[in-house]
């Protein structure tokens, strides 16, 4: 999705980029740095370690061996089997949020590399990386959808079941709001430009798609980089950690 | 003074820092708020579950270790806040259903048992009468008051107990001291069975499960390394638990605080009885004509599940039951690993006793709902809250426990002999003819002697 309107140039987006990374990056670090306060035993002393958080997760983590660790990679932390075994409706929501979000990311990720090779054309590629671009139109499509379905469920079960109503904080309005948002102007801004996989080009309007892409990044980089490592959506880093440490849990 | 108390950090050990960042791993699903045996008795008090409590966890520690504070320092923990957050902590009996049904996998026993230390460090905790444990442990090894020379004041005259050998039997302090038909009961069949068996006696201290499950740690040491080494010291190859609370104790708790090497192994009584009525050891000679149901004890369940397998924690103990003539089993609709906690552990009981009593009268009520007739258990806590309970609820359902069924359908004599603790027994016991088995009330001839009425 093209951005390069209000004075934005390739460089720029580039560097910007860099400076998310690192922000994400030291946000990361600083969780790791915060729970290493802990101890690394039971009835230890506080430690206050970045190193001996790791060290300590990975001795949890691979205890059973590694045998044990793989299958809780698999069936607990990709397959979300304990999500499944508790709702079957919930699973649904966490696996379509998890695996659209995750592809996207990469998409994401994947798309930035081929603007570089398509700006650079490194290895004289630029022709076949403009290609591969386009064809990353449908997946996107897709997980978007994907990632769409599973905030929808999010939001409908926050707002139609009591419960779930009653126990939920302005964090987790703001943060599944947050999550929606930026799936639906990611739709808006793919439908702008007029080649969507779905809608075709019904929503077609080329000059101010732009800047739509824009708001979308910015707001998905934002929830990405300044809001992630910095609020309770750390649980994204956090639950799988926590399972792999845990060997499953319980 | 209470500047003094709001300077005073947050951690101040305990936590390991795989159990900080299982904190922030709660996404809140809310799973937990529908199983919380707590949160179901005080609806009104969310504060109480899982879910909250870990939230409001991130937010004190924030105080100290945010973004925010790094940069403009840290704020001081708030005295109220602390209050609260101390209350809803210790609200908790660490039944452990929460973990079982956890999405994030987090072990939340062992994350409340390391966040209370860190309460009672601080001077917020414990709560109510648990703040006697320590000073009954360390006085008088056991939390009755009782005399350790007393131990095994229970024991026939005419039963066989042995010093020293190759299987224990753990007695705990609540058979020895305030449910003794449980000792007498074991004691009995284990002699009919002709398995050779020793006991501590005086040398049995205190499991000490109070002080790990409220965080008051200091003296938890002591009894853990000296029970393993009066046991190891006896030859110890294998030791028997008819105490759910002891049984996790001496199962998870006292290695962590053990360095040496631990020769023996642990089992529910249940376990052992199972083996024996699978090889045809064990004769019945009166039926039960009763509807039954059991209570899983957490500490026999889900906390013992992992080590032990689903098989012992659960299925061994139905399998006694079941293997009794007479007997009609139902489960309640609440079993296994998703059992309802009684509402005792976690010292609750002792600290929150309106608390206990709530959840005590929603066990009892599960089991009405099935028409149950008695419930069974393992566990002396459990059914001393679940006694406390059904009499605050009016219930005619009675509480035994598996292994004075046993002894009862078996035909052998549980009287107990007279002791200086026979004024404090009261339970709900099987009087027996030769063809048929009543239950019947014991009542506490002492009421309110005890100062701590719950020690796990």
Redesign the interface.
């Known amino acids: 999705m093209a951005f390069y309107t209000l004075g934005l140039t390739f460089n720029l987006v580039i560097f910007l980029t860099v400076i998310v990374l690192a922000v994400w990056i030291y946000g990361i670090y600083?969780?790791f740095k915060?729970?290493?306060?802990?101890?690394?035993?039971?009835?230890?002393?506080?430690?206050n370690s970045f190193w001996?958080?790791l060290a300590?997760?990975i001795h949890?983590a691979f205890k059973d061996g590694l045998w044990v660790f793989l299958r809780t990679v698999v069936l607990?932390v990709l397959l979300?089997r304990?999500?499944l075994a508790?709702?079957p409706v919930?699973w649904v929501m966490?696996m379509s949020m998890f695996y659209g979000f995750l592809a996207l990311a990469a998409l994401s990720g994947l798309g930035l590399m081929l603007d570089i090779i398509e700006h650079f054309n490194l290895v004289g590629l630029a022709h076949e990386a403009e290609a591969v671009k386009e064809m990353l139109a449908l997946p996107f499509d897709i997980f978007g959808y994907l990632l769409l379905i599973g905030a929808t469920i999010a939001v409908s079960r926050r707002i139609f079941l009591k419960?779930?109503r009653d126990?939920s904080?302005a964090y987790?309005a703001f943060l599944i709001g947050a999550v929606f948002l930026i799936t639906v102007t990611g739709f808006y801004a793919e439908w702008m430009r007029g080649n969507s996989f779905l809608v075709g080009n019904a929503f077609e309007y080329p000059i101010y798609a732009p800047h739509f892409a824009l708001i979308h990044t910015v707001l998905a980089i934002g929830l990405f980089a300044l809001v992630l490592p910095?609020s309770?959506y750390?649980?994204v880093i956090?639950?799988p950690?926590?399972?792999l440490?845990?060997r499953?849990?319980? | 003074m209470a500047d003094q108390k709001s300077s005073k950090p947050l951690?101040?050990?305990?936590?390991?820092?795989?159990?900080?960042?299982?904190v922030?791993?709660?996404?809140?699903?809310?799973?937990c708020?529908?199983w919380c045996p707590t949160f179901a008795v005080r609806p009104d008090r969310?504060g109480i579950t899982p879910?909250y409590k870990n939230?409001r966890w991130?937010e004190l520690?924030a105080k100290s270790?945010?973004?925010r504070a790094k940069i403009f320092g840290p704020k001081p923990l708030n005295d109220d806040e602390m209050k609260q957050f101390t209350e809803d902590t210790y609200s908790c009996t660490t039944c452990?259903v929460c973990?079982?049904?956890?999405?994030?996998?987090?072990?939340t026993v062992e994350l409340w048992e390391a966040m209370r230390p860190n309460l009672v460090k601080r001077g917020d905790g414990p709560v109510g009468k648990q703040s006697f444990f320590p000073k009954l442990l360390g006085g008088d090894r056991n939390p009755y008051m009782a005399k350790q020379e007393e131990r095994l004041c229970w024991v026939p005259k005419d039963a066989k107990v042995d010093e020293s050998g190759e299987l224990f039997y753990f007695a705990g302090c609540t058979a020895a001291y305030r449910q003794q038909a449980l000792g007498v009961a074991t004691v009995r069949i284990l002699n009919n069975l002709n398995v050779d068996f020793a006991m501590l006696g005086k040398n049995e201290w205190c499991c000490a499960s109070a002080l790990v499950r409220t965080g008051q740690?200091e003296i938890m040491a002591e009894h853990a390394v000296h029970n393993i080494d009066a046991l190891k010291d006896g030859g110890a190859k294998n030791v028997l638990f008819a105490c759910a609370g002891c049984l996790r104790n001496a199962a998870i708790d006292w290695p962590?605080?053990y360095e040496g090497y631990i020769p023996y192994e642990t089992m529910p009584l249940s376990v052992f009885l199972r083996e024996k009525i699978r090889k045809g050891e064990v004769k019945y000679k009166i039926p039960l004509n009763y509807r039954f149901t059991y209570h899983d004890p957490c500490h026999n369940g889900?906390h013992l599940m992992?080590l032990k397998g689903k098989d012992w924690a659960f299925e061994a103990p139905r399998d006694c039951i079941q293997s009794i003539p007479g007997v009609k089993f139902q489960d309640m609709v609440r079993n296994r690993a998703l059992q309802r906690c009684c509402g005792a552990g976690g010292g609750v009981k002792a600290g929150v006793p309106d608390l206990a009593m709530d959840c005590a009268m929603a066990r009892v009520q599960d089991a009405t709902e099935i028409q149950a007739e008695v419930i069974a258990s393992t566990c002396p806590f459990c059914r001393l809250n679940l006694i406390d309970g059904r009499n605050t609820a009016k219930s005619p359902i009675k509480m035994v426990d598996i292994v004075e069924m046993m002894a009862a359908s078996m035909g052998l004599d549980t009287t107990i002999p007279e002791n200086p603790y026979t004024k404090f027994q009261s339970q709900d016991v099987l009087v027996c003819a030769p063809t048929e088995c009543k239950l019947d009330t014991v009542e506490r001839k002492a009421p309110g002697k005890d100062l701590v009425g719950e020690a796990h």
């Not at chain 1, 915060?34 to 430690?47: A, F």
């Not at chain 2, 101040?12 to 299982?22: A, I, K, N, P, V």
């Not at chain 2, 922030?24 to 799973?31: H, K, L, M, S, T």
Request: charged letters at 25%.
């Open positions: 600083f969780n915060k729970w290493g306060l802990g101890s690394t035993g039971y009835h230890d002393q506080l430690r001996l958080f300590t997760w949890e607990d979300l304990r999500t508790r709702s919930r966490h419960f779930v126990n904080s987790d910095w309770k750390i649980h956090a639950t950690m926590t399972l440490g845990n499953g849990g319980e | 951690m101040s050990g305990y936590l390991m820092s795989t159990q900080l960042m299982e922030d791993g709660c996404n809140r699903c809310q799973e708020m529908k969310p879910m939230a991130r520690m270790h945010s973004l452990g973990g079982t049904v956890c999405e994030a996998g987090i072990k740690r962590m605080w889900r992992h």
